[in-house]
């Protein structure tokens, strides 16, 4: 074989490979627009939730819990099967509150995320927590919680999210997140750390695990004693 056509053809790949990226950057230079994120290699998509505005009002009061992780930048995509969806959108919720301070439970699964007022629903001081039931036994790959994001450094403490197979939370269950340090809640020692509220929501990898019910636990935060809900996604498939 000819050496000299065999580092042409390389070099005729390398081209091409260069002018298809170069078309990327200009495409999004063009439309304003990041690219989109191709398939991998295993089939897997990056997981396209709509994202809320960012709004920052108030003051920040200032954190003096230890641990805290980092304040976000930007998030990475995180790859989910295809055909992933929101299971949660429009489901029933419950909760430990049943005469929520302000707002109503059903906005936890509405679908809208603003940090404006009149789209969080509001629950008492102390330990509470919000049930969604998927509806039917599902295998969830991640769960995006807003709580609160429209004051700057604002955080939730003892978050805790499992999933079961039963509303009574006594069969099947799995802690998919816990950052309650001092077990104050009675569920065990938790090895998350507190996180800093976010437009972009917390997002917990729930690692394909099975369940119908998903439940979210927290304890005030940093700014007052009450615990809100904004919105919760539960992204994965019903189980046939």
Not at 34 to 56: C, E, H
Not at 114 to 119: K, P
Not at 189 to 203: A, C, F, H, S, T
Not at 207 to 221: A, F, M, P, T
Request: net charge neutral; with cysteine.
């Amino acid at each position: 074989m000819n050496p000299t056509a065999n580092l042409q053809g390389e070099h005729v790949m390398k081209s091409m490979h260069f002018l298809m990226a170069l078309g990327l950057v200009c495409a999004t230079a063009a439309t304003g627009q990041p690219a989109v994120t191709p398939p991998a290699a295993d089939g897997r998509v990056p997981l396209a939730t709509a994202l809320p505005k960012p709004v920052i009002r108030g003051s920040p009061v200032p954190i003096t819990i230890p641990n805290v992780e980092p304040v976000p930048g930007k998030r990475p995509d995180f790859m989910v099967p295809a055909g992933t969806v929101n299971l949660a959108k429009g489901k029933k919720v419950t909760s430990s509150d049943t005469d929520p301070v302000d707002g109503e439970l059903s906005l936890i699964t509405d679908g809208d995320k603003s940090g404006e007022e009149g789209f969080a629903v509001e629950l008492n001081t102390g330990k509470q927590w919000v049930q969604i039931d998927l509806g039917q036994p599902s295998e969830i790959h991640a769960i995006l919680v807003w709580h609160f994001h429209s004051q700057k450094y604002r955080v939730y403490h003892d978050v805790v999210v499992q999933v079961a197979e039963d509303a009574d939370f006594l069969m099947g269950v799995k802690t998919l997140f816990n950052n309650d340090t001092d077990n104050s809640l009675g569920l065990g020692v938790g090895k998350n750390r507190p996180y800093i509220e976010d437009y972009q929501g917390k997002l917990i990898d729930a690692k394909g695990v099975r369940g119908r019910y998903v439940r979210l636990y927290s304890q005030g935060n940093t700014s007052n004693k009450m615990n809100h809900y904004i919105e919760v996604e539960v992204w994965g498939k019903p189980v046939k």
